[in-house]
């Protein structure tokens, strides 16, 4: 997600170019979260530098903010064309600058196709083509594209296309899989003879992080559907150790149970609170990997609804306006009764003001927000914007641990590199929506329930049910989500066995009482 506290700013002795050396480093190393820190503060202060925006773009599309990403990707891409175009045929310098070109636009990309905006995706991709029709990451991310379409034939006839250029290794091996998975027709022998190709190639030297832990999370995903969880299990397990930060689970369970414990609908109505605001907004509140993202983005087809992302403009907004407090992983307001009237106003409009810039399509009545990270600051939307409405997204609790765990969950994710902790991590979340969906209510919120097995069941009823419950008539396609490893928990029951107390009905309960 966005970078929301000050923590990991460069030093101040630290020049523009150094910080800038730093998030290049970080981003190759999988750690978004800290290179868009950077990225962020090197944009701010260079707004017209061609490498700050572009760096901006890639570091914020690594996060999945990809409704932000889109404009800095398109920004630097337009630039860096124009600056290939001027150079002298021969400048040594146009072989990195068309290398740029290619990365930028293959982003943008699949920024675009995450969006749903597959037109502006193929455009893209089409320019890096353009730039040279052989390049094995353009190659691998139409491949993806169209395999991710269900557009089987199309993938296939451009791998074999791009195999007789020479495609590179990894890349091929990569795209073949893609393939394999979005087919119905793929045997068990064939998902492991791929996985097993995939797997010997992640032990080739020289692999960055970011591109081994991608191969290792596909290999899982071939083991998988080949049925063979030991060996999926180990490859995602490999993936995990790639990802970045710490995690204090004890230390976030102890900051859940304050939340819960001093955000209650009596304290929270002895406040003076606005009687207007939020008017539009649609708070979308999930854990990570259980639907939410994507049931935000698919009611966005909606002609009256935009999509403001995975945003984190209210945990900013709690940060200037309500004094929020910096914990080991999330920022968090310790005291709703020392809130004033005049703060949650504040709070509100820059809230309104930010997040309508960074909605897409821009214009609409309903802004949809639908960011994974803001279970511990709902109680303080609700004050500050009392007009807002809540939709609540859930999944079985085992899936959604092993999703988190299996997955490359975009973001800031620390708890995801073990089982344990993201299990401990999901209990907590559990907490916190058990407890707005009983205080909302009671405070006159309109608040909506539903799953991701029930988007998965009937993915269109369910999104309609949904939008009809607030207010939105008018129907629109519901979110799709493909076929996972953590769709089937059983297969991995041995693996789940030590942290099955966290899924236990009243854990969360007794996290509270314990902390």
Known sequence: MMPSQSNAQPNQQQSPQQV??????????????????????????????????????????????????????????DATESALKERASDDV???RIADQLIRLTTQLARSYEALGRRAEADAALARALGVDPEDPF??????????????IDAARAFLDEANGLG??????????????LARRDTSADEFRMLALRLRALTEAV???????SMALRRCGELFDRA????????????????????????????????????????????????????????????????GGEELGRAMAAHDSVASAGPSEVLTMAALRQAGAKGTKHRPVVTNPSQLRGSQLGELAKLYMAQTARNAYPGGRSVLVDSSPLHTHLIGLAAMAMPEAKFVLVRREPRSNALACFFGATPGHHPYARDLATTASYLRDVRMLMDHWASVLPAM????????REALVANPDAETARVMAAIGLDGAVAGPRFGAEAADHPDRYAKRLGPVEPFFAPGAGETAARTG
């Open 20 to 77: 800038f050396e730093q998030a290049r480093r970080m981003l190759a190393l999988g750690d978004a979260h800290e290179a868009a820190q950077r990225a962020a503060l090197l944009r701010s202060h260079f707004p017209g530098q061609t490498p700050m925006v572009a760096l901006h773009g890639l570091a914020v599309a690594a996060l999945g903010l990809h409704e932000l990403a889109v404009e800095d990707l398109a920004a630097a891409a």
């Open 93 to 95: 310098n146009l072989p």
């Open 138 to 151: 353009a190659t691998q991310a139409k491949v993806e594209m169209l395999a991710g379409r269900a557009e």
């Open 167 to 180: 495609l590179e290794e990894l890349p091929a091996a990569m795209s073949a899989a893609a393939v394999a």
């Open 206 to 212: 020289g692999l960055d992080a970011v591109t081994q």
């Open 227 to 290: 049925g063979e969880g030991d060996d999926a299990f180990r490859a995602f397990t490999r993936a995990a150790n790639f990802k970045r930060g710490t995690f204090d689970a004890a230390a976030h369970a102890r900051v859940t149970s304050g939340v819960i414990s001093v955000w209650t609908a009596a304290a929270m109505g002895k406040v003076k609170k606005p009687t207007a605001g939020g008017a539009g907004v649609v708070f979308v509140v999930s854990a990570p990997c259980s």
């Open 444 to 451: 006159g919120c309109t608040v909506v329930e539903t799953s």
